[in-house]
C-alpha cells in the first residue's frame, strides 16, 4: 500500500476487508489513506470501524456537492471517541449550528451569518463576549475564535463537534 499525502473523504459501497466483503447497499462516506493499483485504502466513517478497508477504484467516487453539504461538520468516532470531523475544502466550519464540547466548558454556537459571526454562549461560566467567528475547530486541538475586537480567544483541547439535528424528511 502507498500512502496519499492527504487523506481524501469518498464515498463508496463496494469494500472488502480480511474479515470478507463488508459492502453496503448505498453509498457511505469513507475515509481513504492510502491506495493499491486498483484499491483505495481506509474505512468507512459510520460502522464497526474496521481499518485498512479495500475499496475499487472503479466503484468508489468523490462526494457530490450535495453530499459535501450534508456531511461537512459531521463528527464520527468509535466507542464514543471522536476520530474525525468532516470538513470539506472550501466549505469551511459548518453555517448551522454547532456544539463544541472541550475538557472543560461546552460552547454553543448559533447559525453562522453572512459574515460568518455566530452568537456563542458558554454552559459553564459567562463569556466577556458574545459574538465572534471560529477560526480553528479541529478535534483534538484548542478551538480560536476571533472576538471581533481584534483579540483571539482559545479553549482547552476540543473533544467533540456537534451540528445541529436536521429535520427528517
Same mark, same amino acid.
Request: charged content about 30%.
Given at each position: ?7 481524501? #473523504? ?11 466483503? =463488508? ?19 481506509g474505512r468507512f ?9 479495500? #475499496? ?16 461537512n461538520g459531521e463528527?464520527?468516532?468509535?466507542g464514543g471517541r ?37 452568537? =456563542? ?7 466577556? #463576549?458574545?459574538?465572534?467567528? =471560529? =477560526?480553528? %475547530? ?30 427528517? %424528511?
Amino acid at each position: 500500500m502507498r500512502k496519499l499525502e492527504k487523506v481524501r #473523504f469518498m464515498m463508496a459501497t463496494k469494500a472488502s476487508h480480511t474479515m470478507g466483503d =463488508i459492502s453496503r447497499d448505498s453509498p457511505s462516506l469513507c475515509i481513504v489513506y492510502g491506495e493499491e493499483d486498483e484499491h483505495w485504502v481506509g474505512r468507512f466513517l459510520t460502522g464497526f470501524g474496521f481499518c485498512d478497508i479495500r #475499496f475499487p477504484k472503479k466503484t468508489t467516487r468523490e462526494p457530490t456537492k450535495q453530499e459535501k453539504e450534508i456531511w461537512n461538520g459531521e463528527a464520527f468516532g468509535v466507542g464514543g471517541r471522536v476520530l474525525n470531523v468532516v470538513v470539506f475544502p472550501g466549505f469551511g466550519v459548518p453555517k448551522r449550528a454547532i456544539v463544541v464540547k472541550t475538557n472543560n466548558d461546552t460552547y454553543r454556537f448559533g447559525k453562522a451569518e453572512v459574515d460568518w459571526t455566530r452568537t =456563542i454562549v458558554c454552559d459553564g461560566k459567562p463569556l466577556d #463576549f458574545s459574538t465572534g467567528k =471560529i =477560526i480553528l %475547530l479541529k478535534v483534538g486541538r484548542q478551538m480560536v475564535v476571533d472576538k471581533l475586537d481584534g483579540n483571539e480567544w482559545v479553549t482547552t483541547t476540543v473533544l467533540s463537534v456537534e451540528s445541529e439535528k436536521r429535520p427528517r %424528511l
